[in-house]
């Protein structure tokens, strides 16, 4: 598990600074957004202008940049073509005293087919990781990042376990160096489906914030995707 993080971590330094491949890129999404304060999205463009809300803004869901539903959505983007990428992001917000609840995982998938999914990993469980847990407090604009996460395909799936509420304004995908995919794509869970998958990613961030929140010692490899 050290050598496979040190490979990745390595090829990521040693690539040029990663662009995000998802700017301007069209998308779908499962559900239509349906929080009537916010905007409708009906152009599918608001997810990928580039525009995040500041950190110093209050009520992110009353925002005309900002995307809404009262239950769950995936977003997936098309790239265009087959890219080799290094990581995510994803930029919302939660609010406990307005009854929007942190998102409990960011499930993301690549394929080049829409039908044949990798599994690239748990978007919140890395950035927690990474840099510490970003959904802690009472509420916050948040941004979930990691650019430790190789993988490779032309569509990106982001599938959000949060609710009863969901709100995002901007969903990225930074590209990568083929060498650091291709060490890690031996790795990584193949033919899965986003859809039932996503239980065992929820399952998986629930041992993890019982575990963190009693002090224990987390499962081997729990922090590995």
């Known amino acids: ?11 990521c330094s040693a690539q040029s600074e990663p662009v995000n491949l998802a700017r301007g890129k069209p998308y779908e999404l499962s559900s239509k957004p349906n929080y009537r304060e916010c905007t409708n999205d009906d152009g ?20 005309p940049t900002t995307v809404g539903w009262v239950r769950p959505s995936t977003v997936t983007v098309d790239l265009g073509k087959s890219e080799d990428v290094c990581g995510f992001f994803w930029h919302g917000a939660f609010g406990l005293m307005s009854g929007v609840n ?3 995982s960011v499930a993301v998938y690549m394929s080049d087919d829409r039908t044949d999914w990798t599994y690239a990993g748990d978007l919140l469980m890395k950035t927690r990781e990474e840099r510490g847990n970003p959904v802690s407090g009472k509420g916050a604009i948040f941004m979930l990042e990691s650019k430790r996460m190789p993988c490779r395909g032309r569509y990106v799936r ?14 990225g995908v930074w590209s990568g160096d083929a060498a650091a995919v291709d060490a890690a794509w031996p790795k990584l869970e193949h033919g899965v489906d986003p859809v039932k998958h996503q239980a065992a990613v929820c399952l998986r961030a629930r041992i993890y914030r019982d575990a963190a929140m009693i002090g224990e010692k987390l499962p081997e490899g729990l922090m590995d995707r």
């Not at 598990?1 to 090829?11: E, G, N, P, T």
């Not at 599918?44 to 992110?60: H, Y």
């Not at 599938?159 to 969901?166: D, E, H, I, N």
Request: aromatic share 12%; charged share 15%.
């Open 44 to 63: 599918r463009t608001k997810l990928t202008d580039g525009t995040l809300v500041p950190e110093s803004k209050t009520m992110f869901w009353l925002l």
């Open 158 to 171: 982001f599938v959000p376990a949060q609710s009863p509420c969901l709100f995002v304004d901007e969903v």
């Open 102 to 104: 942190p998102p409990e």
């Open 1 to 11: 598990m050290f050598l496979f993080a040190a490979i990745v971590a390595a090829a």
